[in-house]
C-alpha cells in the first residue's frame, strides 16, 4: 500500500494546508493533520505540486484566505473542500498598484 | 562560555577574514580593482553599479556604503580605486577609513595617466598591504561579539516551515547570549508587518517599521502594475507562495521572537547596538548582502527553499535549505539540510543546534560552499532615485 500522504495545516484558523509530497494528482486522498494532532482524510480536487496548498474548508468568493493564521490573500473564486489553492484562485491584496491605477482612471 | 577566534580590528570588532579590500569609488573603476584582484591574493572588491550621475542623496548613500563595507570588520586594510571625476566623495571615503586605524590608500585613475598605470601601482599597495595585515593572528572572542546577518533568498513554502524556523531558532539563541543579529528585505515585511511592529521594544520603533513598510510598498505601487513576479518571483510562485503576504508570513520568522531593537539605514554600519535589529533593504540579493556586510556582519545565515547559491566578497555566507529536494539536487551549494524537518527526521531544534555550530566553524574560519569557489560577484548598491 502506498504511503499516506499529509497536508500540513499550521494555524487552527488556517483555511488552506500545505502538501509536501510529490506525485499529489486530482483524487488522491491525502490526511489534513494539525498541531494537536487532529486528522482528516479529504479528496484532493486538482494535481497539486510539491509545496503547495489545499483548502481544508470550503471557501466562498471575496472570502480571506488564511495561513500562519494571517490573511494571505482573497479568494477569486467558489474554492471547495480538498481544492487546489494558488494564484488561479487567490489574490493577493498588496503591492496592487494595478488597482490604484484602475480607481484613477 | 561560547568562544571563537577573529581578527581584532583597531575599533575593537572582530573579523571572521582578514581581507584588503580594493573598494572601486565608482562603477567606471571597477575593472582596474578587479585586475588589481586578481594579481594578489588576500584582496576583494566590489564590483557595484554606482557612484555618478545619481541625485546627491543616492551619491551620500552610496559614498557611505562603501565606507562602511571598508569599516567591516572582515576587512583589515582598504584600497579606494577612484576614476577622479565621480560623483561620490573619495576624499570622504579615504578620511573616514583611515581615521578607523586600518591602513588605507587611495589611487586616481586619471591622476596616474589611466588604467594600465593604474592597474601596476594599485597591484603593487595592494601586495604591500596584504602583507602587511597577513601576520594578523586570531585572538580569541566573545559570543556577545558576534554579529549575523540573515536572510532567505529563492524562498518556497518549505522556507517558512523548515529553514526559516531554524535561522530563528539561531537568532534568539544569539539575541539571548549578547549578540547582535540584523535581518532585512522590508519588502517581504508585507503582510506580517503587524507582527514585527508588535515585537518592537517602544511605540517609536514599531511606527518606524510600519513607516519603511509603507515607503516600500507606495514605490512598488507607483508603477501602476500589480507587483506579483517582481514580488513573488516566478520562482516563488512555483515553489506555492501564492502571495506576497505569504511570502512574507514565511520570511519574518527567521527573525525569531525577541524584542526588535531598532531599524538601520541601508549604509549604516553597527557600533554598539545589541539584540535584533532591522536594515531597511529590499529582498533582491546583490542589494541586500551588500547591505547587510555593511552593517558589519561578520558572516549571513542564508535560508533558501527553491536553491540560491550567492555569497559576498567579504562576508561567509552559509545557505540553509529547507527543501529536501534541492538540497539534494544542489548539494555542492548548500551548507545545511533543513529538509529533514519537512520530512520528520530532525526537529528545529536539532537542526538549528547543528547550525549554531557550524557557524562557529565559519567564524573561526572555514570556509562555506559558495565562499569556496568564489560565487560572489553578483552585487549592488541599493538606490532609490533614478540614474540621470
Known amino acids: ?105 | 562560555m561560547t568562544t571563537w577566534y577573529g581578527y581584532r580590528r583597531p575599533d575593537g570588532s572582530v573579523g571572521s577574514r582578514n581581507f584588503v579590500a580594493v573598494i572601486p569609488a565608482v562603477t567606471c573603476a571597477n575593472d582596474v580593482a578587479n585586475a588589481i584582484c586578481r594579481e594578489v591574493q588576500g584582496t576583494v572588491t566590489y564590483m557595484h553599479h554606482q557612484g555618478c550621475c545619481q541625485l546627491p542623496p543616492d551619491l551620500d548613500r552610496v559614498t557611505e556604503t562603501l565606507i562602511s563595507l571598508g569599516k567591516s570588520p572582515n576587512v583589515g586594510a582598504v584600497l579606494i580605486v577612484s576614476l577622479g571625476c565621480e560623483g561620490t566623495d573619495h576624499a570622504r571615503m579615504y578620511e573616514e577609513l583611515k581615521a578607523t586605524g586600518k591602513p588605507t590608500e587611495i589611487i586616481h585613475i586619471q591622476e596616474l595617466g589611466g588604467v594600465s598605470k593604474a592597474i601596476r601601482i594599485g597591484t603593487d599597495i595592494a601586495r604591500r598591504l596584504v602583507m602587511e595585515i597577513s601576520g594578523i593572528q586570531r585572538e580569541p572572542a566573545d559570543v556577545s561579539e558576534i554579529i549575523m546577518a540573515i536572510k532567505c533568498g529563492a524562498s518556497d513554502t518549505t522556507s517558512g516551515m523548515a529553514s526559516n524556523c531554524v535561522i530563528g531558532y539561531v537568532a534568539d539563541k544569539l539575541v539571548d547570549l549578547g549578540a547582535t543579529v540584523i535581518f532585512g528585505e522590508t519588502t517581504e515585511f508585507l503582510g506580517g508587518e503587524h507582527l514585527l511592529a508588535k515585537r518592537a521594544v517602544n511605540e517609536e520603533v514599531g511606527k518606524k517599521i510600519f513607516q519603511i513598510v509603507n515607503e516600500m510598498e507606495e514605490r512598488a505601487k507607483s508603477i501602476g502594475c500589480d507587483m506579483r513576479r517582481g514580488q513573488p518571483t516566478p520562482g516563488n510562485i512555483a515553489g506555492g507562495l501564492s502571495s506576497i503576504e505569504e511570502k512574507s508570513l514565511g520570511a519574518i520568522v527567521k527573525s525569531g521572537t525577541r524584542p526588535i531593537q531598532g531599524v538601520l539605514e541601508y549604509p549604516e554600519h553597527v557600533t554598539t547596538q545589541k539584540g535584533l535589529w532591522i536594515k531597511d533593504s529590499p529582498g533582491r540579493e546583490p542589494e541586500i548582502l551588500t547591505g547587510m556586510a555593511a552593517t558589519g556582519a561578520q558572516f549571513m545565515c542564508f535560508s533558501t527553499g527553491r536553491g540560491a547559491p550567492q555569497g559576498f566578497p567579504s562576508m561567509p555566507v552559509i545557505k540553509i535549505c529547507g527543501n529536501p529536494n534541492t538540497f539534494e539536487n544542489m548539494k555542492d551549494d548548500m551548507d545545511l539540510n533543513a529538509g529533514l524537518i519537512i520530512t520528520g527526521e530532525k526537529t528545529i531544534e536539532e537542526v538549528g543546534e547543528e547550525a549554531f555550530a557550524l557557524l562557529l566553524e565559519v567564524l573561526n574560519g572555514r570556509m562555506t560552499k559558495n565562499e569556496a569557489i568564489q560565487y560572489f560577484s553578483a552585487i549592488d548598491i541599493h538606490c532609490l532615485g533614478p540614474v540621470i
Open chain 1, 1 to 105: 500500500m502506498e504511503e499516506l500522504k499529509i497536508a500540513l495545516k499550521v494555524n487552527d484558523l488556517d483555511n488552506v494546508a500545505t502538501i509536501f509530497a510529490n506525485g499529489i494528482k486530482d483524487g488522491t486522498e491525502v490526511e489534513i493533520r494539525d498541531k494537536r494532532g487532529n486528522k482528516e482524510l479529504v479528496t484532493v480536487i486538482g494535481d497539486v505540486p510539491y509545496g503547495h496548498k489545499i483548502a481544508v474548508k470550503d471557501i466562498h468568493v471575496n472570502e480571506q484566505i488564511t495561513k500562519y493564521g494571517e490573511e494571505i490573500g482573497i479568494a477569486t473564486h467558489e474554492i471547495k473542500k480538498g481544492e487546489y489553492v494558488h494564484v488561479h484562485n487567490l489574490d493577493s491584496m498588496r503591492g496592487r498598484g494595478d488597482w490604484e491605477k484602475e480607481e484613477k482612471q
